[in-house]
C-alpha cells in the first residue's frame, strides 16, 4: 500500500491495521479507553510544537492526531455505530449551525458577539441532546466539563463556568490572598505532619493559582509550559558550566549548582532587561536550598 494525500487513503490503512488475521496484533487489541490516553497525547504535542513554533514538527503532530480521529472513528464503525464520514458530517454541520453569520444571514459581529453567538447556540444544542435523552431537568451550572481533561484546563473550565452564575472573586488580589491561606495550610499540614491534608491543600492552592491566571486573562497551561521551558534552559546551563570543569550534577553540591542557576538567570535577565536598567535586584535573601528555581 502506497502513501497519498488522499484521506480514503488514511482510512484504507487503519481499516487494514484493524483486520483480524491480517491487521497488527497491536492495533487489534486496542479499544477507546486504552487509545483514550494516546488522543490526548497527541493533541498535547500539537500544542508543544505550536508554542515551539515548528511548523515542520506541526505537520507531523498533526498527522498523527488525525490518525487518532481515525483510529476511534474505525472501531466505532466495526460496531455498527458510526463511520469516519459521519464524522466529518456532524463537525460540518455543526460548523455551519453555529456561524449563521457566515452562513446565514449576513451581520457584521465583533469577536466578541461570535463569541456570544456561539455559547448561546451551544448552550440550545446541549438543552436539545437533553430532550432527546429525556433528561428535560435543569442541568447543574458546572455540567458538561469533560473529566478527561487535563487538570489545569478542566479547572480552568469549571472556573469559567462558575463565573458565568456570579460565583466568582471581584478582585485579583483576593484570589491572590486566597493563594496565601492555601499555602499556609499546606505549612501547618507539613507542621502536623499530615501528608493527606497536605496533598488536598497542594491541589487547592493549584486550584487557586489558576483562579488567578484566569482573573489576569493567562492560560494556565502555556504559562506553566513556558516556565518548564525556562528551567530546562537554565538547568542545562548549569549542566554546561560543570561540563567545563569536568563534572556532572549528581557530582556537584546543591550550594554550587544553586550559584551557577544564579548566575544563568542573572544572565537571561541582563539579556532581556531595557538598557539601562542592571540586574542586581535578583538576591531575595532566601536561603538556596529553599528558593524557587525559576
Not at 268 to 287: V, Y
Request: aromatic share 4%.
Amino acid at each position: 500500500m502506497t502513501p497519498s494525500r488522499d484521506i480514503a487513503r488514511l482510512i484504507e490503512i487503519m481499516a487494514a491495521l484493524r483486520t483480524p488475521g491480517t491487521g497488527c496484533p497491536w492495533d487489534l487489541k486496542q479499544d477507546f479507553a486504552t487509545i483514550a490516553p494516546y488522543t490526548i497525547e497527541e493533541a498535547c504535542e500539537v500544542a508543544d510544537a505550536i508554542a515551539r513554533d515548528d511548523l515542520d514538527d506541526l505537520k507531523d503532530e498533526l498527522g498523527d492526531l488525525l490518525l487518532q480521529v481515525v483510529f476511534h472513528a474505525r472501531m466505532a464503525q466495526e460496531q455498527g455505530a458510526f463511520a469516519f464520514g459521519d464524522v466529518v458530517q456532524a463537525i460540518t454541520e455543526k460548523l455551519i449551525r453555529r456561524h449563521p453569520h457566515v452562513f446565514g444571514d449576513t451581520a457584521d459581529l465583533t469577536p466578541d458577539q461570535v463569541k456570544g453567538l456561539w455559547d448561546r447556540i451551544k448552550a440550545e444544542e446541549k438543552a436539545e441532546r437533553r430532550r432527546r435523552r429525556g433528561k428535560d431537568d435543569e442541568a447543574g451550572a458546572l455540567a458538561g466539563v469533560p473529566a478527561a481533561l487535563p487538570a489545569l484546563s478542566r479547572a480552568l473550565k469549571l472556573q469559567q463556568k462558575a463565573s458565568k452564575v456570579g460565583f466568582d472573586w471581584n478582585d485579583p488580589r483576593a484570589v491572590l490572598a486566597k493563594i496565601r491561606e492555601e499555602a499556609d495550610e499546606i505549612e501547618a499540614a507539613l507542621d502536623a505532619k499530615d501528608r493527606d491534608a497536605a496533598t488536598g491543600e497542594i491541589g487547592d492552592l493549584m486550584f487557586a493559582l489558576v483562579n488567578l491566571a484566569r482573573h489576569l486573562d493567562v492560560d494556565p497551561d502555556a504559562a506553566l509550559r513556558a516556565t518548564n521551558v525556562k528551567f530546562e534552559r537554565r538547568f542545562a546551563a548549569i549542566e554546561a558550566a560543570l561540563l567545563r570543569v569536568g563534572k556532572t550534577p549528581s557530582e556537584a553540591t546543591l550550594a554550587e549548582m544553586d550559584a551557577l542557576w544564579d548566575q544563568a538567570k542573572a544572565t537571561e535577565t541582563k539579556a532581556t532587561e531595557p538598557a539601562g536598567r542592571g540586574a542586581d535586584a535578583q538576591d531575595t535573601g532566601i536561603a538556596p536550598a529553599k528558593r524557587a528555581r525559576t
